[in-house]
Nanobody
């Protein structure tokens, strides 16, 4: 079992920054990767960014490349999403997810944290 707890969302004006975080607990030794997804009202949940746990290899959606940075602090079992140059279209509920050696995919999810960007 892996439990994920997100925090750090909020409301900002366009061009501002936020850095939500996600901390894992439970069987953290089994984590192979963590990532962030987002979902706006009426839209499907979409992948935002991911990072492998061992070597920190990152992957980004094209829509956030150059603006968002995902990084993990292994000793804290925590992943961050540094979001800069935020746009109104970034407004969504952001969800942390984790993959494990058993799941080999994103199988564990946080409760979500709301990000609202005003124009």
């Amino acid at each position: 079992q892996v439990q994920l707890a997100e925090s750090g969302g909020g409301s900002v004006q366009a061009g501002g920054s936020l850095r939500p975080s996600c901390t894992a607990s439970g069987r953290t030794f089994s984590i192979t990767g963590m990532g962030w997804f987002r979902q706006a009202p009426g839209k499907d949940r979409e992948f935002v960014a991911g990072v492998t746990w061992s070597r920190g290899i990152t992957t980004y959606a094209d829509s956030v490349k150059g603006r968002f940075t995902i990084f993990r602090v292994k000793d804290k079992n925590t992943v961050y999403l540094q979001m800069n140059s935020l746009k109104p279209e970034d407004t969504a509920a952001y969800y942390c997810a984790a993959a494990t050696s058993q799941s080999q995919a994103y199988a564990y999810w946080g409760q979500g944290t709301q990000v609202t960007v005003s124009s």
